[in-house]
């Protein structure tokens, strides 16, 4: 029988956007939730790119945009295509509020202290170790102190889930299934960022970084603008870093150095340095949500659609889904999994599966394809321009004709229909 | 490249306990011992006179690539205590 201390109506375990989604929707429905985070604050442990979507959390926190420690307002994302030592970018500028730059430490914390506000019991420093199950139902979960019983358990306990995998729910992860992602948060003064990015006041800009250091492999690197600092970052499959015995910070090394990236962080001083794990997989590795008593959000789920950059809008919609099923479910007193499926069907109806699943063949694809499209057509793009922009005395048409034979004789015929093959075979996965 | 002065920018409240378990028989067997490079903090070093992992896990990020790397499948992981490892500022 279940203990009467230490029981409540529901734990959520991880204080990440999932964690904290999730637990303030089941407070404000009047029910008792704990929420366990083993970090010394919430965020104290947690590490992203850079940006928080708007759409996601206002619909949890209408008050964000006055209330939180939010950096800059992103107008601007560029799109940079490094060669060696050339790049071509594609900049987009818009003056809307679509997304913010944050500090997870500043900002997890301040989304906790709302929801300590709304009700939710917060407990820091404290790292979950079982989960606590009677017969085929989860009961409760172990911390190193003491047990803690509920009845439902709802794991946003991040991209690595000892837990989920403790109970079956997910299987080993393979080193092409996440990315290993370093960064550096480089103090540089505001004004100088305004200077170099083109900005005003809390205007912020992106770049998202292809090929450079990280040419031939699946890997993107990230340059987000904060208020007094630019965060340069880049995430690697880790298959790519174990293949090829590459040091993660090497390559992030070699980045900065990159012509068209070093100007950006010069003169700046490190301020932190860190490093997480993104979940890769997609659609395909998304594993089962639900089982008796029990729910996962979030990384824990693998909730990442990475080719737009996109996370924790994901774990906040699957913590605001979780959230609501719980909430359900205790009303009714039914905490098996066939009811608890109402969330795996309504995070099916959401965009957050939909999105996985229109991208459900990019990874396979990209893994077979990486050193076309991770390499050879940033070269060529790059060598365009080279052309396009040249001015040496020869003829144009001399110039267009050696750049149309270079494609056919710098690659086999064979291999570029294989990539066009794979390019229709994705377009086709994606839109139709 | 050394990542020490990288690591020094971090809070750490280190453990007395190592929090990561490698297996040292698996370790002698293991080829590419990826956990050597591909680790953000340089936590890893294989000392070929002692044939054994020198594991610096006070310097740990808790990124979980190295359990995920391990050839074996043998290294044994879990997060450090919760008044312990590493704390993100600026994460």
Redesign the interface.
Known sequence: MLKKENKTDVIVVGAGPAGIACAVTIARAGRNVVLIE???FP??????GGAIYTNSVKDIFPNFESDAPLERRNIEHNFAILGESDSTTITYRKNDNTSYSV???KFDRWMAEEARKAGVYVV????V?KVIKEGKRVVGVS??LEDYYADIVILADG??S?LAHQIGLRK????KD?A?S?K??IKLDKDTINQRFGLKDDEGAIVEIFGGSMLGMLGLGFLYTNND?VTIGLGIT?NE??EN??????IL?KLKQHPSISHLIEGGT????????IPEGGYKKVPKLVDNGVMIVGDAAMLVNNLHWEGTNLAIVSGKLAGQTAVESLNTGDYSKKFLKKYEKDIKESFVMKDLHTYRNLMDIAHQRKKAFFSYYFKKINAFFDMFTSVDGTPKKENYHKFIKSIFTDRKLTELFKDAWAIIRLLWSILI | ?K?D???Y??KY?PDTDSHLHPKNEDCRMCE?R?CT??C???VYEWNEEKQELIVNFENC?????C???CEK?SLGW??????K???????
């Open positions: 083993r970090g010394m965020g104290a442990k947690n590490m992203f500090i997870r430490g820091t420093e404290t790292v170790r911390t190193e991209v690595n000892l080993d992860i393979e080193t996440v290993l370093v550096e948060v600092s880790l870093l174990v015995n590459y040091k993660p910070f090497e090394e490190l301020k932190e340095y860190s490093a997480h794990l | 490249m990542i002065k990288n690591l920018t971090l409240t590419g990826p490079f591909i953000p903090a340089e990020l808790e990124c979980g690539a359990r995920i790397a499948k879990e997060y450090p205590k919760g008044t490892g590493v704390t993100f500022k600026n994460g």
